[in-house]
């Protein structure tokens, strides 16, 4: 009898310990979940308020913050109809500011202006299509003066401990689109990028 009962407390101990493992992996799924989803959200509502603070910009041609406390404010509006994508740009591209939409390297071209221009973005939120993109895709890019048109020429991967980009390269008018790789990296961060580079078209 007493070895029957042992028999049953073992097996009862192993199935509470089997049923607390799976609530754990359960509730840590669910926390990366709602993490994940909260990351989309603050991604997709600061694009709206970015939106008009760039509208106010455009109308008036001065700084508009998106929100009292923010550190940063919009100079751009990058389109690429194709693939319906309309975000607007943010200056500076630390990951405080890519945390609310694409970032201007502020040590590149101004957005639309003469040179080569470089803009960052997040591979899992603002710049996940990146990915999607062809030669030959029009890009457009409207600063609150005008806007310029692009066509992307070509796509690669680099490593950035050995490659550097040289915006001061030639005498094109040049935009960079920038993102980690690869895209479907469990891990942030690391020194391989993806690039998009687009040519200035005239008109």
């Known amino acids: 009898m007493n070895a029957r009962k042992d028999v049953r407390a073992g097996w009862r ?8 493992a799976l609530l754990a992996a359960l509730l840590l799924a669910c926390g990366f979940a709602l ?3 909260a990351i989309h959200a603050k991604a997709g509502l600061a694009q709206l308020l970015l939106a008009r603070a760039f509208d106010a910009s455009q109308h008036d041609g ?4 998106p ?11 990058l389109a690429v109809p194709a ?4 975000q607007i740009v943010l200056a500076g591209d630390d990951g405080r500011t890519l945390a609310f ?7 590149s071209a101004a957005p639309g202006q003469h040179g080569g221009t470089v ?13 999607r993109l062809a030669i030959g895709d029009a890009i457009q890019l409207e600063n609150r003066f005008g806007g310029a048109a692009y066509q992307v020429i070509s796509t690669q991967v680099v490593d950035t401990r050995h490659h550097r980009l040289d ?22 961060g690391g020194p391989m990028r993806y690039l998009v580079q687009a040519q200035r078209t005239p008109g």
Do not use: K, M, N
């Open 13 to 20: 101990q192993r199935l509470t310990a089997r049923r607390c």
């Open 35 to 37: 993490q994940a989803g």
């Open 62 to 65: 001065r700084d508009h913050a």
């Open 67 to 77: 929100w009292p406390w923010a550190d940063t404010v919009p100079v751009a509006r």
């Open 83 to 86: 693939h319906g994508i309309e």
């Open 101 to 107: 939409g694409p970032g201007w390297a502020q040590a």
């Open 119 to 131: 803009i960052s973005g997040h591979r899992d939120t603002h710049f996940s299509f990146l990915q």
């Open 167 to 188: 915006v001061t390269a030639g005498d094109q008018d040049t935009l960079w689109l920038v993102t980690c790789w690869p895209f479907d990296a469990v891990t942030a």
